[in-house]
């Protein structure tokens, strides 16, 4: 129950956001799943005095949708530059990680081969079941030059030896 008690600061809010619409359509979004994780309770007020310095900015009348809003396109943008900050730190760590990146790549090759292969079990068990006489439907063929490759690939990969 105490934990309950500190997951909204109702009285640094309420400093802001005055109407008790506005405040319960705030408490609503910053204690729900999505924002909660994201957003320390002690960034609550400074969170809502930012609403209301844009809403007056902005000279639009501040809603409780405004409010929902505006919260969620911010915690949308917040998330967008945390993966790409991610990517970046995941992309550095490959460049300086030469193990690490022949690691990520056999898992990624492995990930792929298993979709390739439960593709090509269901393929070939479609055009063994299909009826006499009608034609398989065919949209495009790999070439045989990328098939060569992959072969040759293959053959490489069933060289080496796990460590």
């Known amino acids: ?26 408490r609503k979004r910053v204690t729900g799943p999505i924002v909660r994780p994201c957003l320390p309770v002690d960034q609550q007020a400074p969170l809502a005095a930012t609403i209301v310095a844009e ?24 998330k967008t530059v945390a993966r790409a900050a991610a990517k970046r730190q995941h992309e550095q760590r490959m460049r300086d990680h030469p193990d690490e990146r022949a690691l990520f790549y056999q898992a990624e090759f492995c990930r ?3 979709r390739f292969a439960e593709a090509g ?11 006499a006489g009608e034609p398989f439907p065919s949209r495009s063929q790999p070439s045989i030059w990328a098939l060569r490759d992959l072969q040759r690939f293959l053959e490489q990969l069933m060289e080496i030896r796990p460590s």
């Open 1 to 26: 129950m105490a934990r309950a008690q500190h997951a909204f600061d109702r009285e640094g809010v309420a400093k802001h956001l005055t109407d008790p619409v506005h405040l319960e359509a705030f």
């Open 55 to 78: 809403q007056l900015t902005l000279g639009r009348p501040l809603t409780a949708q405004w409010v929902d809003d505006w919260i969620m396109i911010h915690m949308s943008n917040a």
């Open 112 to 114: 792929y081969v298993d």
């Open 121 to 131: 079990h269901a393929l070939a068990q479609l055009q063994k079941d299909w009826p």
